[in-house]
């Protein structure tokens, strides 16, 4: 079974701090996601990545970034957070089949 | 641009009833569909999907859906629910010209009564 893994379930955070989610996959995906997940607005694409050091920008990539050195390791990076990225945070890997597959979440708070 | 309509955001029914979910979607040519359920506190799971062929797709967890070209549509339906399916349960859509980038929809919240 294709595993997603994050680094962490629940995180708090103040606002201006630098925060790091990683995400691992063990099936050798070439492409993986970051969504956020907030009430009534479904999913939204923060960033993806078709392939090592390779990044495109979703649907709401304002405020992130992202960084990808290996294959199976895809972390995304709040420079500076702020309170309205509040929220949880989805990573996903995609094989060939083009489903996706989700890592447990983690739910980050800025305060 | 492609989009994915879930018009309940809330679905109220009782343990042994049947099941549908609406999803309606936006695209011209055909899509690839998809279903995730996200139980509590978890990732999204995958149900089934649709890509071509046969338009009636069996999936896990006694699910099934079906794809209507004619009406954008891609409901899911399950025969009879049971407690252990309370959950949200999402719809997506991806496409050639998109990069198979699925663009998901809000999400349909299902509430089962004992």
């Known amino acids: 079974d294709v595993k997603v893994t994050q680094s962490s379930r629940y995180l708090v955070k103040r606002t201006g701090e630098k925060v790091f989610l990683e995400c691992v996959q063990d099936?050798?995906?070439?492409?993986m996601f970051w969504y956020r997940q907030d009430p009534g607005l479904g999913l939204r694409l923060i960033y993806f990545?078709?392939?090592?050091?390779?990044?495109e920008k979703g649907d709401i990539p304002e405020g992130y970034s992202v960084s990808r050195e290996k294959k199976e390791r895809f972390s995304l990076i709040l420079e500076s957070a702020s309170t309205n990225q509040t929220s949880m945070y989805l990573c996903?890997?995609?094989?060939?089949?083009?489903?996706?597959?989700f890592g447990p979440g983690t739910r980050l708070t800025v305060t | 641009a492609q989009s994915v309509t879930q018009p309940d955001i809330h679905i109220t029914v009782s343990e042994g009833a049947s099941l549908e979910l609406r999803c309606n979607y936006s695209?011209?040519?055909?899509?690839?569909l998809f279903w995730y359920v996200q139980s509590p506190g978890q990732g999204l799971q995958l149900l089934l999907k649709?890509?071509?062929?046969?338009?009636l797709v069996q999936g896990i967890k006694g699910f099934e859906a079906e794809f209507k070209r004619s009406q954008s549509s891609f409901n899911l339906r399950k025969p009879s629910v049971h407690w252990s399916d309370a959950a949200e349960y999402f719809c997506?859509?991806?496409?050639?010209?998109?990069?198979?980038?699925?663009?998901f929809g809000r999400g349909t919240s299902l509430i089962v009564h004992p």
């Open positions: 996903a890997s995609r094989g060939t089949s083009y489903e996706q597959y």
């Open positions: 099936m050798d995906h070439e492409n």
């Open positions: 990545s078709y392939d090592v050091k390779m990044k």
């Open positions: 695209y011209g040519a055909t899509p690839y």
């Open positions: 649709y890509f071509s062929g046969d338009t």
């Open positions: 997506a859509v991806g496409s050639s010209g998109g990069s198979y980038i699925p663009t």
